[in-house]
């Protein structure tokens, strides 16, 4: 709210705005907002727009919209590989995922209440049952990605949930000991392999596609330890690429968002979720796919609208 009183010349002292606006729209928004409160805040945000409406031009996109080439949305669906069917059902047949499938059931000792409630608050290591849903949730979604995705960073980590989900990985892992050792030994050729991944299958004929067209391609994904397995691909393909994510300094996205705009070699760009969805623009690129798609599909849309016209 300051920074809307700065930008216009016409809302008074900082005091005024504050009393007249500020408080009384901020108030209407809290929690434990009376009615009245409700009421108040939502008349002085009709006022405050009646007010700086002179002052400020607002411009959406539908203004152009008939302007903009038609955007075509597919959902592809991907089926697991064998080897990722083999591995999502190892893991939902582990004991915690039991206990949650059966949280909701009566208890066993006839008390009445569920099992989540009762005498199964906890696993067999003490962990809260509430604290193991998004756990579970995450790894099986790090197997319907890329099965490497499993394998624990070097390091230890200092989030209690990460190194308890790289607990339960190396658990599942050693009823794999090839594949692990695969990951030792071959390490850039198991993490390009599309046979770990189902998606990978399906990214392979779409890039393929799209490349032989010559189309501009942004390639999203929320994980960049998933921005790294398909930087792998890309590479053992040989093909032309650059990357941005969240560790790509100011002055390199520039240069990288400059380069693949006007390069008629580099036509695929890999590129964090998070990072390429703030103040970059690929005029160049045609095509988005969204290999990883975020938790929160808002995320995805503005990376796209961002960077794709």
């Known amino acids: ?63 152009i919209k008939e302007q903009l080439p038609k955007k075509d949305d597919r959902v592809v669906y991907c089926s697991l590989t064998d080897f990722q069917q ?30 989540r409630r009762c005498c199964y608050e906890t696993n067999s290591e003490g962990v809260e049952l509430k604290k193991l849903y998004f756990t579970y949730l995450t790894i099986l979604r790090k197997v319907a ?49 599309p046979m770990y991944s189902g998606k990978m299958k399906v990214l392979q004929k779409l890039l393929k596609y799209y490349l032989q067209k010559k189309d501009k391609v942004l390639l999203f994904s929320l994980s960049t330890k998933l921005l790294d397995v398909l930087e792998s691909y890309c590479m053992a393909e040989g093909l032309d690429y650059s990357r941005l994510d969240g560790n790509t300094k100011s002055k390199e996205r520039v240069q990288i968002v400059k380069d693949f705009n006007s390069s008629f070699h580099i036509n695929l760009c890999l590129v964090s979720t998070m990072a390429g969805g703030l103040g970059l623009n690929f005029v160049g690129a045609n095509v988005v796919v969204l290999f990883d798609p975020t938790w929160n599909p808002a995320n995805d849309l503005q990376a796209i609208d961002r960077n794709i016209h």
């Open 86 to 115: 083999t591995l999502y059902q190892t893991v939902l047949d582990t004991e915690d995922v039991t206990l949650l499938l059966t949280a909701s059931e009566k208890c066993d000792c006839q008390s009445g209440r569920t099992r």
């Open 145 to 193: 990605n890329h099965v490497a995705l499993l394998q624990s960073s070097s390091g230890t980590s200092k989030n209690q949930v990460e190194t308890y989900c790289h607990g339960i990985c190396k658990k599942v892992f050693q009823k794999f000991p090839d594949f692990v050792q695969r990951c030792k030994d071959e390490a850039f050729e198991a993490l390009s392999d």
């Open 1 to 63: 709210m300051k920074e809307l009183r700065c930008q216009s010349g016409c809302l008074g002292s900082l005091g005024h705005f504050k009393n007249k606006f500020s408080d009384p729209i901020e108030q209407g928004q809290r929690h434990s907002a009376t009615k009245r409160a409700v009421a108040t805040g939502r008349k002085t945000v009709r006022a405050l727009v009646r007010k700086i409406s002179h002052s400020f031009l607002r411009r959406t996109k539908a203004l």
